[in-house]
């Protein structure tokens, strides 16, 4: 034995002259009550011990283990094996493995290789019974994605002081189903694991815990009718106190709690008295993200969006899509539970698009939805969780009789901007840019983002791209977008919308158009515009908005330029504003851009 700190005790029996064929009647009946299939006699026999005693066994065909030698083993990094359902499982050099001198023939505690199983000319047997520890075969079912009714029992522990009873108790049913004499003495490897367990309970912690009152003799006697030995019982303050010797096949049982519930289970749930429940309100204001949450919700919901709620798990294959190899590597959960459950997700639209491809299936395809909730993010090698708003809205490919205006690049930008006002955060403010790059999730061209972790939050809107819909099989065009910020950025005051007065006072307008590098990005130039009106207009009076309303290239132009025009609305709140004036500020506003030596006034 090469691993005895996994494998504490293995034994093994020879039975020789057996005779494989069906099980009887009586067996084949018990076995199917129970959910299990009826193979033949000798499994059959190891199956229905496995179901008295709780302990696994395994039946080798002694023919075909090579040099006539058990090995409890390591498996060899890579090393491959074909287990009992025909699948070829590659193993690492972490798990434990039952072999003979040529190769691996057990996945140890968990299912056995056809290489060694029984089959109709099987005359010799050897029967192994084992104790494998709990951890090792765990870990071992999760690695390989391969559970079992031996690997359920053994993760949950078994009992280690009758696995000799157990086997002898398999071979009476083998020999008496299947025929065969036992021709050598039991080969034992390791030895009892040393038990000893004990649980000192009072009467009044009993009492305490379940808020109503049980005599403390019918305690006592609630737990030696498990077979709990009370070793030992002494008088105390709050009643009496006992010392409980546990037995090795109660492992489940190790503090005191435990063994209150099974005072209770015996007592009967059926006579917990009834009694009035008493909550004490507590004043506390609401976690920041619960706040931000319930705003983002209740603002999506107000523009005829639908709420879902996804998994918060996603399937590997789609994560680099959305990040970056490295993300994906830190988001990979260590022992995940199933295959396409198996990383954190990145964002919540991932299984929006879900949603929406379930949508389309049903004929619903045309719905708004969003969601909100937690997502994780890597920074420099750490995992971040944020809080998240989400939204996609679909092509409505349904027939109407007067079909209302499409949604667009600047309508996802609209709503985005409002979510994140709901976390404190002016998205119109910030610079946005454009989301690059081939292979990205959204399209190039049709997408933008602001923000980075860096700064406490990220925003990404605009078009998701086209080949990544067409892959998950949606038709027509997805618009999207996606609000993160790191809790700690959250306020638990919410934002308040505060009444700002309005002008009574009619609005001047201007407009004017520069001549710019054809790659410069309107918004960045509509900042720019922004910022020198607002210094040539001073304190005299505010310049109200300043917006694009035109783009030309072609004639009349030189090379590589283009032209952006912009209308300025300027107001007072207190007069109305003369044309000499206006035009003063304006005359300003152009110097000031020609100055900057970056645009040229176009005429």
């Known amino acids: ?13 020879v039975v020789a002259g057996v005779r494989v064929g069906p099980s009887p009647a009586w067996m084949q009946e018990r076995l199917r009550a129970v959910g299990l299939r009826p193979i033949n006699n000798i499994v059959d026999a190891g199956n229905y011990v496995m179901l008295e005693y709780g302990q696994p066994l395994h039946a080798f065909d002694a023919r075909k283990i090579a040099g006539g030698r058990l090995v409890v083993r390591r498996a060899l990094e890579g090393e491959r094996i074909t287990t009992l359902d025909g699948k070829e499982r590659t193993l690492s050099a972490r798990t434990l493995v039952i072999a003979d001198t040529a190769k691996a023939l057990v996945v140890a505690g968990v299912m056995g290789g056809e290489n060694s199983g029984i089959d109709p000319s099987t005359t010799s047997i050897v029967l192994e019974c084992a ?15 391969l559970a079992s009714d031996s690997s359920y029992r053994y993760e949950r522990g078994v009992d280690p002081h009758t696995a000799v009873e157990a086997a002898r108790r ?48 019918e305690m006592r006697a609630a737990l030696e009718s498990l077979e709990l030995n009370v070793a030992h019982e002494a008088q105390a303050a709050d009643g009496a106190r006992w010392t409980v010797s546990i037995p090795s096949w109660r ?25 009035p429940v008493t909550s004490v309100g507590l004043a506390a204001e609401d976690d920041p993200v619960v706040g931000f949450n319930r705003r983002a ?28 190899q490295t993300a994906a590597a830190e988001l990979a959960l260590a022992n995940p539970f199933v295959e396409d459950q198996s990383h954190l997700r990145p964002t919540l639209v991932m299984g929006l698009l879900d949603s929406v491809l379930l949508n389309q299936s049903r004929g619903a395809g045309g719905a708004r939805l969003f969601e909100v909730g937690r997502i994780f993010a890597e920074h420099n090698g750490h995992n971040l969780e944020c809080a998240s708003a989400a939204f996609v809205i679909p092509e409505d490919a349904s027939r109407h009789w007067r079909r209302r205006e499409p949604a667009d690049f ?59 819909l067409r892959s998950l099989g949606i038709e027509g065009t997805v618009l999207a977008g996606t609000f993160t910020i790191l809790p700690e950025r959250l ?9 700002r007065d309005f002008s009574l006072f009619p609005a001047a307008l201007r407009d004017i158009a520069l001549v710019v590098d054809r790659s410069a990005r309107a918004g960045d130039v509509r900042g720019e515009v922004a910022r020198v009106a607002a210094a040539a207009a001073g304190d005299s009076f505010a310049v109200e908005d300043v917006g694009v309303f035109d783009v030309y290239e072609g004639k009349g132009l030189p090379e590589g330029k283009k032209s952006l025009a912009f209308s300025l609305v300027f107001r007072s709140p207190s007069r109305t504003l003369t044309d000499e004036e206006v035009n003063g500020v304006l005359q300003r506003i152009q110097d000031g851009l020609a100055g900057t030596g970056a645009y040229q006034i176009r005429k």
């Not at 494998?132 to 390989?144: E, G, I, K, M, Q």
């Not at 061209?445 to 990404?460: C, E, K, L, P």
Request: charged share 20%; with cysteine.
């Open 410 to 468: 600047y309508t996802a930008g609209h709503h985005l901007a409002a979510v994140a006002a709901a976390a404190g955060v002016d998205l119109r403010g910030a610079p946005i840019s454009p989301v690059a790059g081939p292979g990205n999730a959204w399209q190039e061209g049709h997408s933008a983002g602001a923000g980075a972790i860096d700064q406490g939050w990220v925003a990404r809107f605009g078009l998701v791209n086209l080949a990544l």
């Open 297 to 324: 919700s209740a603002y999506l919901v107000g523009h005829d969006f639908h709420e879902c709620v996804n998994l918060t798990l996603r399937p590997a294959r789609e994560l680099t899509t959305w990040v970056s």
């Open 251 to 275: 492992d489940d049982l190790d503090r005191p709690i435990d063994l209150v519930e099974e005072i209770l289970r015996i007592h009967g749930t059926d006579r917990v008295p009834g009694a």
């Open 131 to 145: 104790i494998f520890r709990p951890a090792s075969v765990r870990w071992t079912s999760r690695s390989l994605g």
């Open 491 to 499: 306020s638990a005051e919410a934002p308040r919308l505060r009444f």
């Open 1 to 13: 034995m090469d691993a005895p700190e996994d494998c504490p005790l293995y034994t093994a029996h």
């Open 170 to 217: 398999a071979i009476d049913l083998i020999i008496e189903t299947a025929g065969g004499t036992v021709v050598a003495p039991i080969c034992v490897a390791g030895g009892d694991v040393p038990w000893k367990r004990e649980i000192v309970l009072a009467s009044g912690f009993v009492r305490e815990r379940l808020g109503f009152e049980i005599p403390a003799p």
